[in-house]
């Protein structure tokens, strides 16, 4: 044992290592309703008692349920986190991860050595099944998934209960009973599933310690208390199972029936087994429609039903000899059981996860290696232990490349959905999330750089729309037509998007987001009556947000000048939220109306003047985005005597930038100038203001010089569109006469994208300067295109 110690702890050194670089990630998928979408574990352990009298996702901030998963111990870890960190990074939880892994493997190893030294068997092979199951990038999504915490906490607290009962030879002390006891329980406080591990512990003591099939029961009995325990009081804290998942979307098996349901599970096995084989491709979600429900007159079936009935055969015909062959079958059988849907109760929720093979996996592990060293013993091949190395080390090789290159789609969220829409194609979840977080990416820089953002708003509609090309017109999840109205609107699609919200409302009319969202449009769209007569449909949805309702019903009174009516809406906003800006709003109100002992009430430290001003700004803005430049002139001209004194720049950045625009559209060259050199003062990189400066010199004022100097700037700035960026660089050069920066410029914006208009210049430029050779390069692209 003292020997192998050393090639465990190296073993499960190298496994940890290869998940290193996840140290830096981020949070992704589901790992909010742990850390930062969870209530409580954001509050350190001021309530942790809590967490162990609730569901663990009844605290979770979106659509919270005290159903579904019991795992108290594992958000208390969360909550400890953040009362030592002060506040959740992702970071702490990847290492964390990474050393609970480490930990997993060391135990592990230690238990499969003295399982294979009580066989007699050669060390080599505990140390080599260790080294594969370490290495096997299946175990990718839960060491670098933070959520998946809870996996690796139950498998660290329940193997060491096994391997702290197995150490002893003869009866457990009570000392040593209580602590497997702990132990497990831990475990199971940890995830459930666990529980299937107490069958191991009778194959162990069957098949392992050659007890009688009754002894072999009653080890399990230090188990049981701590099982029957957490059963009792799970069933106590949980309410009934919820009905929200229980549905195609989820599981295809939801709507398999009959021999259907068996076809499918059996193929759903197949798949996992390939998984095992051969690790490629790799995705978080195998939802609707990636696997679908199958017959038996699907080949693949059958293959399932020989593959499973010779493993059942030998598992049944070396029960008797105690076979290591029919432990590890068993095992693995025992160990998946809980997410093999056997029954309508069991039905996990999810198709097929690479999760769940966490601890089976172990067990394939075991048969791959016993099986390999069993046929070199029947080949009598010598060194056994050194060819088995040989023939393993190639597969311990590929397998560690897969798990560095499957870590990178952990990186992010983004960059995990995209990996899933890659892997899994014909998942509505993975087009689901990819479009949500490019929406999200999108709203995020919309305001700095809306070209960027609209390319996100656009990517993200594709995928909503394949989303929705899987599950069909009735989807079942119709909450997602709100959110495709939303980056439709950020695509500046409005009237797509006026669609999607009107059959949203229709789908859900009780719902207040998408009446809520649809009013908003209308608003923007400068349709205040249709805006009211929609607010006021939704307040009478359930549970409406009142508070945002009545604001935004105030300020689309205060746009149709029904001053008394937006007063109201805005008393009435007060009521849910006293809110600073609402305040605001009626003091400017009540003063315009004339009804200045009202407008003192909410006046204190109100500047009515400031408001006003962000009202014509407001205006200013929204019909910027809606292309109406003259009436957003207008507005920005109303404000631009009193910018500075409210905020100027620091405030309102995009402004001037806005104003320039606007005036450009309307052929004002000299006041967009003008506006853009203000904008430029307050920010020398922003790129869009200095392409139109860089235009405006060129066109406008034949100022060539001054337009090379904009047009560098803009593309140091780091432009959306750098083809356009390098192309006007390229024509302020010519005709100046710098060929040779010129020809530089053009071919830069080659790496971005090419048209005639840019291979002609490169032809004429390169003939002008007497180089034949790339003349006649860019004359064959021209006659290609």
Not at 189 to 205: C, D, I, P, R, Y
């Amino acid at each position: 044992m003292n020997k192998s110690i050393f090639w465990i702890l190296l073993i499960a050194f190298l496994g940890a290592l290869l998940y290193t670089q996840t140290y830096n990630y981020g949070y992704t998928g589901d790992d909010g309703i742990y850390a930062y979408y969870n209530r409580v574990t954001q509050k350190g352990l001021e309530e942790w008692t809590e967490l162990f009298q609730y569901g663990s996702m009844n605290f979770i901030q979106i659509n919270p349920v005290n159903t579904s998963i019991y795992r108290p111990f594992t958000l208390l870890t969360f909550a400890v986190e953040y009362a030592i960190f002060g506040e959740f990074e992702a970071g702490n939880g990847h290492v964390f991860n990474v050393i609970l892994y480490f930990g997993v493997l060391v135990i592990l190893g230690l238990l499969l050595v003295r399982i294979f030294g009580k066989r007699n068997l050669p060390i080599v092979l505990p140390l080599l099944i260790l080294a594969l199951y370490a290495f096997h990038p299946i175990h990718t999504e839960v060491v670098a998934s933070v959520k998946s915490r809870d996996t690796l906490l139950a498998s660290l607290f329940a193997f060491s209960a096994i391997l702290i009962w197995f150490s002893e030879d003869k009866r457990l002390s009570i000392a040593k009973a209580v602590l497997v006891g702990l132990l497990f329980f831990l475990s199971l406080l940890s995830k459930e599933e666990t529980l299937t591990l107490m069958a191991v512990v009778v194959f162990l003591g069957y098949f392992i310690q050659k007890k009688s099939l009754l002894e072999s029961l009653k080890n399990v009995l230090p188990f049981v208390l701590p099982s029957v325990i957490y059963l009792l009081l799970r069933g106590m804290v949980l309410d009934d199972a919820a009905t929200t998942y229980n549905s195609v979307i989820n599981s295809i098996l939801y709507k398999a029936e009959g021999g259907e349901r068996l076809a499918t599970n059996l193929y759903i096995y197949l798949e996992y087994v390939k998984l095992l084989f051969f690790p490629h491709p790799l995705s978080w979600d195998y939802s609707f429609s990636q696997l679908k429900i199958q017959t038996f007159s699907n080949p693949m079936v059958w293959l399932s039903v020989l593959f499973f009935g010779v493993l059942i055969y030998f598992a049944v015909k070396g029960f008797k000899s105690r076979s290591f062959f029919s432990f590890g079958i068993l095992c693995y059988f025992a160990t998946f059981s809980i997410f093999a849907n056997l029954t309508d109760s069991l039905i996990i929720g999810s198709n097929l996860g690479e999760r769940f093979q966490f601890i089976p996996s172990l067990a394939f592990c075991l048969l791959v290696v016993y099986g390999i060293y069993r046929l070199l013993l029947l080949m009598k091949v010598e060194k056994v232990g050194l060819v088995m190395l040989l023939i393993l080390a190639p597969v311990f090789l590929a397998f560690s490349w897969k798990t560095l290159d499957r870590n990178k789609d952990w990186k992010d969220s983004l960059v995990l959905s995209k990996s899933g829409v890659e892997a899994a194609p014909n998942s509505w979840r993975t087009h689901m999330m990819y479009a949500e977080e490019l929406r999200l990416k999108g709203k995020s820089i919309e305001k700095t750089s809306p070209d960027s953002a609209y390319g996100y708003f656009t990517e993200s509609v594709k995928h909503y729309d394949r989303m929705f090309g899987i599950l069909g017109r009735d989807t079942l999840v119709p909450q997602y037509l709100n959110t495709l109205a939303e980056v439709l609107i950020g695509k500046k699609d409005t009237a797509r998007a006026y669609d999607v919200l009107e059959r949203s409302v229709r789908r859900n009319p009780k719902k207040h987001y998408g009446w809520f969202k649809y009013a908003s449009l209308s608003y923007d769209q400068g349709k205040y009556d249709k805006a009211e007569e929609l607010y006021l449909r939704s307040l009478k949805t359930d549970d409406p947000n009142l508070a945002a309702t009545y604001t935004n019903l105030g300020l689309t009174y205060i746009q149709s000048n029904q001053c008394q009516k937006g007063i109201a809406a805005f008393e009435k906003s007060l009521e849910q939220e006293d809110k600073e800006e609402v305040r605001k709003y009626l003091a400017y109100l009540y003063t315009k109306v004339g009804d200045n002992e009202n407008a003192a009430k909410y006046s204190d430290g109100v500047d009515v003047g400031e408001v006003a001003f962000q009202m014509d700004m407001k205006a200013g803005n929204d019909a910027f985005k809606k292309s109406d430049y003259a009436v957003a002139v207008e507005n920005y001209k109303s404000v631009e005597y009193d910018y500075q004194e409210y905020g100027g720049a620091d405030k309102y950045p995009t402004y001037f930038a806005a104003f320039g625009k606007s005036l450009l559209e309307l052929q004002d060259t000299l006041g967009a100038k003008r506006r853009f050199l203000k904008s430029y003062e307050n920010e020398s990189t922003n790129a869009v203001v200095l392409t139109n400066l860089g235009t405006i010199a060129f066109y406008k004022d034949k100022n060539y010089p001054l337009a090379e100097k904009y047009f560098k700037e803009a593309i140091a700035a780091g432009p959306d569109d750098f083809f356009s960026a390098y192309t006007n660089l390229g024509a302020s050069l010519i005709v100046q006469r710098k060929e040779a920066e010129a020809i530089t410029a053009y071919e830069n914006s080659l790496q971005y994208g090419s048209n005639r208009g840019v291979l002609s210049n490169l032809m004429l430029l390169n003939k002008a300067i007497g180089n034949d050779e790339r003349m006649k390069f860019y004359q064959s692209q021209l006659d290609k295109n």
